[in-house]
T-cell receptor, first 114, second 114 residues
Framework: GNSVTQMEGPVTLSEEAFLTINCTYT??????LFWYVQYPGEGLQLLLK?????DKGSNKGFEATYRKETTSFHLEKGSVQVSDSAVYFC?????????????FGKGTKLSVIP | DAGITQSPRHKVTETGTPVTLRCHQT?????MYWYRQDPGHGLRLIHY???????DKGEVSDGYSVSRSKTEDFLLTLESATSSQTSVYFC?????????????FGPGTRLTVT
């Protein structure tokens, strides 16, 4: 089945710093790719997605580009804020079966300090 | 945001007692999932449903059962709670339209088994 490898954290940045969280995947074909964010005490929220190669997903200042050449979907933000402190998960469909299951990375905890 | 509620939000129970968690959606999504989230283990799929009365096991299904008698409700039952089932439980939904893999998560239930 498909799999995803996400950089381990935790990551600590100062406010306004540039953020990159690496995500690489192994998959059959070109499945949709997702980034989720989980704020403390809450459920996961879909942050952005890309449905085909070379697509760029973006939301709330975050971006990620679906790169089939490097099988990557790295999450970036140009200037992080304290409110971006959360755990970020990369995900993709588990396989081509019809269950619509997702495979999630282990999560990267981001802390942004003022 | 998708309309997903979970109840209860917090529960403390004793070892050996049965516990039922409820997930309710107002979005008419076909697929529903139960996950548990534990430090060091990320998100793990317990059971999922692909329609009314249609369910299947996930990767950590032992000690859990599910039922789905209506599109909008998905119940998770711990037959006889154990301390190892202390966790945060998340419900998720997906598949409102064909090919739409993104999942939407509920706020979670924090379960403590003493």
């Amino acid at each position: 089945g498909n799999s995803v490898t996400q950089m381990e954290g935790p990551v600590t940045l100062s406010e306004e710093a540039f953020l990159t969280i690496n995500c690489t995947y192994t998959a059959t074909g070109y499945p949709s790719l997702f980034w989720y964010v989980q704020y403390p005490g809450e459920g996961l929220q879909l942050l952005l997605k890309a449905t085909k190669a070379d697509d760029k997903g973006s939301n709330k200042g975050f971006e990620a580009t679906y790169r089939k050449e490097t099988t990557s979907f790295h999450l970036e933000k140009g200037s992080v804020q304290v409110s971006d402190s959360a755990v970020y998960f990369c995900a993709l469909p588990r396989d081509g079966a019809g269950s619509y299951q997702l495979t999630f990375g282990k999560g990267t905890k981001l802390s942004v300090i003022p | 945001d998708a309309g997903i509620t979970q109840s209860p939000r917090h529960k403390v129970t004793e070892t050996g007692t049965p516990v039922t968690l409820r997930c309710h959606q107002t979005e008419n999504h076909r697929y529903m999932y139960w996950y548990r989230q534990d430090p060091g283990h990320g998100l793990r799929l317990i059971h999922y449903s692909y329609g009314v009365k249609d369910t299947d096991k996930g990767e950590v299904s032992d000690g859990y059962s599910v039922s789905r008698s209506k599109t909008e409700d998905f119940l998770l039952t711990l037959e006889s709670a154990t301390s190892s089932q202390t966790s945060v439980y998340f419900c998720a939904i997906s598949g409102r339209t064909s090919g739409s893999y993104e999942q939407y998560f509920g706020p979670g239930t924090r379960l403590t088994v003493t």
